[in-house]
Every structure is written in C-alpha cells, then in structure tokens.
C-alpha cells in the first residue's frame, strides 16, 4: 500500500523527494454507546482498515488535497489563509478544518502541504472514517511541521475540535481517541470524564468480531445524536438540583434510581437509565473480558442493545432484526447495535466455528424480513495512527 500511494502521489503532484506515508484506521466501539459525552467508560477498540494518506511539504502556501475513492471531484485546491468551510468542497472540509484547527491553537504550519487520501474503510456506516480522515491529517501535521509538543491525545482533541467547531457535528471523544490511541489487539477502557485509560488485551482465538451493515442509511443522525445530547444536558439540570454532579455518568444506577423522581419528563428518565447502567455495564466489561469471561461479556453487549433499543431509542427496526436473527444463532456470545444508532451496523462476537452460519443465516432471514441484504465484515484490531 505505501509504495502504490507513493507512485499515485508523484503520478498526480510531480516526481520529488520528500513524500511520507501515514496510517490511521477506524474503530469499532465494542461496548459503551452514548457515555462519551456524559463522562462515561467507552471501550473500543482500532480495526486493521482505515485511512492511508500521503504528504509532502510545499515551498509555498498552498494545500492540494486529492482523494483516490472521488476522484471524480478531481483535485481541491486552496491555501493556509482560506481554510474557511466550504459546502461544495465536500470531503476536503474535513482536512481544512484540522488544519484551521491547529492554526487556531497556535500551532505553527510553516508551509503548505500536498495530501493524497485513500481509505479502505467503508464510509457512512459507523467505523468512524472522518475521524480517521481528520486524525490522519493531524498526525501529517504533527510529523511534518515539528510539532513535537503535541501528543496523540492532543491530536484526538483537536480532532474532536475541527469536528464539533469547524464541522459542526457533536460527537464526543470516543472515535477521535480510539483511532489516535488504539493498539493492536487490545481494546481501551477509556473514561471520558478525565480521559485515563487503560488497555485491557483483546486476544480472540476462538472468535471473530463481526461487523454487520444493515444497509439501513443513518438519515440526520447529526441531527438526533444532537437531540440525545440535549436531553442529556437538560435531565443533568434538573439533577443538579438535587445531587452535586458534573456528568450524569458520576451517579451509579442504583443512585439514580432514588433522586430520579426530581426529573418530571418520563422520556428524559429513560435517557439517564440508559447512560448510567450502560456506564456500569461498559466498566464491567472490560474486568469480566480481562478475566477471560466472555460468556458474561456477550449478555452485557445484549443488555446495551436492549437499552439502547427501549430507553435511549436510537435503534430501528432493521438493527433490531440484524440483532435478534444473530441471538438465535448458536455460537454467537453477544450482538448489538454499534455507534450513533438510526441505521449503520452492529457489532457481533462470534465464535469461530459458527462464522459461516451466522453469515447465512442472519443474511437470509435479514433479507426475509427486510427486503435488504446485509453486509458482513470480519475485522481485526489494529493500532492507532501511525507512520508507515
Ligand atoms: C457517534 C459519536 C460518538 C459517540 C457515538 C455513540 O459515533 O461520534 O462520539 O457519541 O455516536 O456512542
């Protein structure tokens, strides 16, 4: 892969010295959805595919960014002072706003820079490949400008900076983090609140995770992940009248579960029910896998689905399908709905010798059910951001 992006590279910007490779991948979120941005345990781990980016440095101030997967959209051209957003320029936003976003944090970008993209990651279904397009570009600018002050979790920061600032999405820290941060076959607890972690081995021998598209589109699911987060801050409101907490996630579910009447809406009940037990659950998964239980491990993925599905209601019918046709098959230890919700896919542990099974049949009865057929995808875990 690094010499064919090297090749592409000098074919598109000319013969030179000076061009550098760099990885950085996607993520799965194994358990601990909708904590991130409640100061809660995520526990996610870096997959093998993701984003490969190629850079060299410019003597002028200029930025050229060309993606193998549009290249339809051909080459986007534009300079250090005119990084603002852009509609029409599409996937180019996401490199010019970690590049404003370092700017505006001081950082010095001595020159412009040419970028070539290609990620084998697929887009839009909750493996988080803009975070990876975003940490990419801010590893580029760390190597080549010299910014040996910043670490990797400060690139996951300015990440989730361009994103929310610059994008204008809400998403927490979990996918910026899991991609600057992961380590091949391990998974990370992370606590949000402060952002310690600890990487606790994710060796399956005897089993795959498994990544199912339901081929459902997640429609606004900016829009409804926003809405999550609203009702959130406006249920740790009315809390905070009564309990001194900074996050909902401080309260443990058992806590909750006796100041709870101070919240009057039933809807906004149900949204801290979920943040807080999925907090517990998340932090006892990551000690029951580290003890090799992953018996134990699969149920506390069926809970989060159960309530992701019935208290925070970011799942759909077709996710729900994907998740019960995979629980009736034997050798399946959990399955669940993966990532933001509304669509997108769900993340299965299965062992070894039913992998084939669990393909044909949740593939059939899927597509019974649904009329849709449903994308499997084995995936592996890998590191974080790198250079190759
Ligand atoms: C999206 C966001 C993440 C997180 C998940 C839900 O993927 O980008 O920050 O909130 O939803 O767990």
Redesign the pocket.
Known sequence: MKQQLVDKFMEIYGEGDGIKVYFAPGRV?LIG?????NGGH?FPCAITIGTYAAARKRTDDKIRCYSLNYPEKGMLKTSLGDLAYRREDEWGNYPKSVISTFMQKGCRISCGLDLLYYGDIPKGL?F?SSASMEIVTGLILKDMMGLTDLNMVDIALFGQLADNEYMGTG?????LFTISMGKKDHAILLDTSNLSYIYTPLNLPHEKIIITNSGKPRLAVHER?QERRSQCEEALKELQTVVSIRDLCELTAEAFAQVQEVIKNPVLVRRVRHVVTENQRTAEAANVLGRGDLQRFGKLMNASHLSLKEDYEVSCRELDILVEEAWKVDGVLGSRMM??GFGGCTVSIVKNGAVSEFIQKVGENYEKRTGIKAEFYVVETGDGAKIL
């Open positions: 979120n959805e909708h904590t991130d941005y995520v909750g988080a998403s927490g820290i979990l996918d992940h990532g933001a």
